[in-house]
């Protein structure tokens, strides 16, 4: 066929590429750890973000989403729970201000 010579003829054995010395070797301050670590890392969080599926994402961020709402819910109910409270802190005082003290 015509090129099968050509094609044929590329068939030398190519040489893998040199790199350089900076490339292979590691720099002194990253020698000291080419092992495993034999202890476990604390606080790593939720770790399986690049293996998520987009459903898994999407039910992810919904649970966020409604955590992160009840949250502010909780809040807000408890400020509003302060605010009456002193309120009522203050009208009691008011009240023993009136009748003690005036």
Excluded: I
């Excluded at 966020?64 to 309120?87: G, I, Q």
């Amino acid at each position: 066929m015509e090129g099968d010579d050509e094609l044929l003829a590329e068939v030398e054995v190519k040489a893998p590429p040199k790199r350089d010395e900076w490339m292979t070797t590691l720099p002194p301050e990253r020698k000291q750890s080419t092992k495993f670590s034999k202890s476990t890392k604390e606080g790593r969080g939720d770790t399986s973000v690049w293996t998520d599926t987009p459903l898994e994402r999407a039910q992810k961020a919904k649970m966020h989403y409604l955590e992160a709402y009840n949250e502010a819910a909780a809040l807000a109910s408890n400020e509003e729970e302060k605010t009456k409270r002193s309120s009522l802190d203050a009208d009691l005082v008011d009240k023993y201000n009136k009748e003690k003290r005036s």
